[in-house]
T-cell receptor
Framework: DAMVIQNPRYQVTQFGKPVTLSCSQT?????MYWYQQKSSQAPKLLFH???????NEADTPDNFQSRRPNTSFCFLDIRSPGLGDAAMYLC??????????????FGPGTRLTVL | AQKVTQAQTEISVVEKEDVTLDCVYE???????LFWYKQPPSGELVFLIR??????QNEISGRYSWNFQKSTSSFNFTITASQVVDSAVYFC????????????FGKGNQVVVIP
């Protein structure tokens, strides 16, 4: 089945220790998104790639970076995790279209714990 | 700027009762898209429905139905004869045609179905 895969599902890191979360997709969608979701809150968009074009949200901290080496893979790098970065990180994909009409497909998420 | 309001935070219903989730949106675009997503305890957001701004036809899918009214900027969601498996957080979201593929989420409705 075509899907969005996130690894690992649970990640524990230490305060200040860099961590990378990965996302892959078999949908061949050209748009990939990273969201941060804290407990009892809505997902918050961090950035997205439209093909190779990177689009950062204005309020995304510099501590968060992303890489998309090819269509299928996208990575979220947190350079120096703080306690406030503990959250669920959701990857999503969509078929890019003018007008933002296509639904996004989400992966199962990676729950990040910062000790 | 786009905005989505889901006023009810948590809703508890007894199994087999109906439950309606309200969604009110704000946008200046004349072309936009509305979505509902379900997030079960496992964490993955599941796409339920998309409606574009030019299509006010209501839709029914099994026990789910949606009522879109542009006059009141609302896109409400009803679960008929609720089941325990319906227990989840439900998010309403808005995407504007000029919004560069961004989804604006409401805060979500936590639905608890009591057996």
């Amino acid at each position: 089945d075509a899907m969005v895969i996130q690894n690992p599902r649970y990640q524990v890191t230490q305060f200040g220790k860099p961590v990378t979360l990965s996302c892959s997709q078999t949908l061949n969608h050209n748009v990939m998104y990273w969201y941060q979701q804290k407990s009892s809150q809505a997902p918050k968009l961090l950035f997205h790639y439209y093909d190779k074009d990177f689009n950062n949200e204005a309020d995304t901290p510099d501590n968060f970076q992303s890489r998309r080496p090819n269509t299928s893979f996208c990575f979220l790098d947190i350079r120096s995790p703080g306690l406030g970065d503990a959250a669920m990180y959701l990857c999503a994909t969509s078929r890019g279209a003018s007008g933002s009409r296509n639904e996004q497909f989400f992966g199962p998420g990676t729950r990040l714990t910062v000790l | 700027a786009q905005k989505v309001t889901q006023a009810q935070t948590e809703i508890s219903v007894v199994e087999k009762e109906d439950v309606t989730l309200d969604c009110v949106y704000e946008t200046r675009d004349t072309t936009y898209y509305l979505f509902w997503y379900k997030q079960p305890p496992s964490g993955e957001l599941v796409f339920l429905i998309r409606r574009n701004s030019f299509d006010e036809q209501n839709e029914i899918s099994g026990r789910y139905s949606w009522n879109f009214q542009k006059s009141t900027s609302s896109f409400n969601f009803t679960i008929t004869a609720s089941q325990v498996v319906d227990s989840a957080v439900y998010f309403c979201a808005l995407s504007e045609a000029g919004g560069n593929n961004r989804l604006a989420f409401g805060k979500g409705n936590q639905v608890v179905v009591i057996p």
